[in-house]
């Protein structure tokens, strides 16, 4: 509930923003990284996702008694020594397929799509997006590359894994024995053998003991892989840590600022113009816009002078009969990044903000293709921190989620805040005592059941901003509480403690992710211990007998 809901949030920017520095600072193949990080996850979940309706009978194909003699001993892709059959390839396949049909169906959720075919087959619908060589490329390459990075990774780490003798453990092999179990239930429901429906639902040539193996190698690639992320972690060092930050503070640092816009019209090369006289035609027709800009500075000198000034603007030129806005036009953005700034500013834009010879009020103006930008500084740059909290929300009394609280609504809930609170008090205002009301009277349930608590919270987290704004405050101290108004409710807020400056966290996180790649890269890598060599014939073979089941499943259902 303290958290915004926007369709791409600070904190989702955050994390780009620092998959960048990471990718550019360890001097990676970002597509490797993005295609290992997200096999892996898979890779992880393997179990679970067998546990769940086997994505063949999910979708109504029918269960035909095939034993894939021949995908047994076909190969599909090899890694160093070891091979990867098509029946265990048409396994990948499977599983790849799934992944783009659960980020689909998730998207489709919030009135979203990432584009993914559900009601066509994978080889109809282009990704939008070409190959090295220009050719569109079809969301059945894009799942038979991802099926081919899975299974490589996956045999990889395994490999490597057995050569440093790991063996499966008693809770994999738990993990393993309840997957087959409810395979199995599902098998006896549709009155198949087990082996009758591994071969139809996951791949022809698969049977229970080989569809252990690949369970198997799974859990223990995930395991390996984690040792090594742990064991990555384990050797950054304070010293190493306070180094990377020194070299580039901007990186990591934070600056509040007030900005305001002045678009430029779009305009369109004419058919005789050359590039000169269109570039200088442009350049005529928004100077005055950067005049009036610049001419902004003088009239004034804080956040409210600011908006005066450009409400000034906005309204100046109206047609005669329109309303003047009284909305502030200027955009506050407290706590960001150097990165964020340069995207939505200018590159000079954040340079200048950045600098360390910046002060309170210092003010500029800076253009770009599109627009003039005038800027405010209302903190230069700055350590942010990271801090833990507790709160106990009293939601406003509304009929429906987004209906705005009346007075008497809020006026209800300030009340019961403050009662809750004054129990709280009474009750010896201690930490155990907040999660005792918590627990008591806390409208946001998703986090009753840890008293309420909000940890690492950060400038540019991605939380309503005047509980960000309470919890990251620097005068907080333990044991601090007040309450906090947000769209939501009322918000008794607890502070648990401060994790201290939070590049501290985040520059250790970037060195950790750095070590990390290095490790993982010496097994993967382009340089890495394994090498794959794809059977591309095979690997079509079995994409296109995917996507004629798929079409043939459709065709079925639009008949019945």
């Avoid at 992944?99 to 009601?119: C, I, K, N, R």
């Avoid at 648990?496 to 070590?515: C, F, H, M, Y």
Wanted: net charge negative; glycine share 4%; aromatic share 10%.
């Amino acid at each position: 509930m303290a958290k915004n809901e926007s369709s791409k949030s600070k904190a989702e920017l955050y994390r780009e923003e620092r998959k960048e520095r990471l990718a550019k600072a360890a001097k990676k193949n970002a597509k490797n990284v993005k295609s290992r990080t997200v096999a892996l996850e898979i890779g992880k979940k393997a179990a679970a996702i067998l546990v769940a309706v086997a994505i063949v009978a999910g979708i109504g194909w029918a269960i035909v008694d095939h034993f894939g003699v021949v995908e047994k001993f076909s190969t599909a892709i090899t890694v160093g020594d070891e091979k990867v059959s098509v029946a265990q390839y048409n396994y990948y396949y499977s599983m790849a397929y799934q992944y783009y049909a659960q980020m689909e169906s998730t998207y489709q959720q919030q009135g979203m799509s990432m584009g993914f075919p559900l009601d066509k087959a994978p080889d109809e619908v282009s990704t939008n997006q070409k190959d090295e060589d220009g050719n569109i490329v079809y969301y059945d390459t894009a799942i038979a590359n991802y099926a081919s990075n899975l299974a490589f990774q996956q045999l990889a780490l395994y490999t490597d894994a057995v050569a440093e003798g790991y063996k499966i453990n008693e809770e994999e092999q738990k993990q393993i024995d309840e997957a087959i179990a409810s395979i199995s239930e599902q098998a006896k429901k549709n009155s198949y053998s087990l082996n009758a429906f591994i071969r139809a639902n996951y791949s022809k040539g698969l049977n229970e003991k080989s569809l252990r193996q690949l369970l198997e190698m799974e859990l223990i690639a995930s395991r390996y892989n984690e040792d090594i992320q742990k064991k990555a972690h384990e050797t950054v060092t304070d010293e190493q840590v306070e180094k990377k930050y020194k070299e580039d503070p901007k990186t990591y640092n934070y600056a509040d600022i007030r900005s305001y816009t002045i678009s430029f019209d779009t305009l369109t090369k004419a058919s005789a113009e050359t590039e000169e006289e269109f570039t200088k035609r442009k350049n005529e027709a928004n100077q005055p816009k950067i005049d009036a800009a610049k001419a902004m500075l003088e009239k004034f000198t804080d956040a409210e002078t600011f908006k005066t000034a450009a409400l000034e603007h906005k309204n100046s030129g109206l047609k005669e009969g329109t309303k003047p806005t009284e909305v502030d036009p200027t955009v506050e953005n407290k706590g960001a990044t150097f990165a964020a700034l340069k995207t939505s500013l200018s590159e000079d834009a954040a340079k200048w903000i950045f600098d360390s010879a910046r002060k309170i009020g210092d003010k500029n103006v800076f253009t770009t293709d599109k627009a003039a930008i005038v800027v405010l500084i209302g903190n230069p740059a700055y350590e942010g921190v990271s801090a833990d909290v507790r709160h106990c929300l009293i939601k406003f009394d509304v009929k429906k989620e987004g209906d705005k609280p009346t007075d008497e609504i809020k006026q209800a809930a300030s009340k019961k805040a403050n009662e809750v609170k004054d129990e709280w008090l009474k009750a010896g205002g201690t930490e155990d005592a907040f999660k005792a009301i918590v627990k008591k009277y806390n409208d946001d349930t998703a986090s009753t059941e840890n008293g309420g608590l909000y940890e690492d919270i950060r400038p540019n987290s991605n939380y309503v901003a005047s509980f960000k704004n309470w919890a990251i405050d620097p005068a907080r101290k333990t044991g601090d509480c007040e309450i906090v108004e947000t769209e939501y409710g009322y918000h008794i807020m607890y502070y648990v403690k401060s994790n201290g400056p939070d590049w501290k966290l985040t520059v250790r996180e970037a060195i950790q992710e750095e070590v990390y790649g290095d490790a993982f890269e010496a097994i993967i890598g382009e340089e890495g211990k394994y090498k794959m060599v794809e059977d591309k014939e095979n690997i079509a073979k079995v994409s296109k007998e995917f996507c004629d089941k798929i079409r043939l499943n459709l065709a079925q259902q639009a008949a019945a």
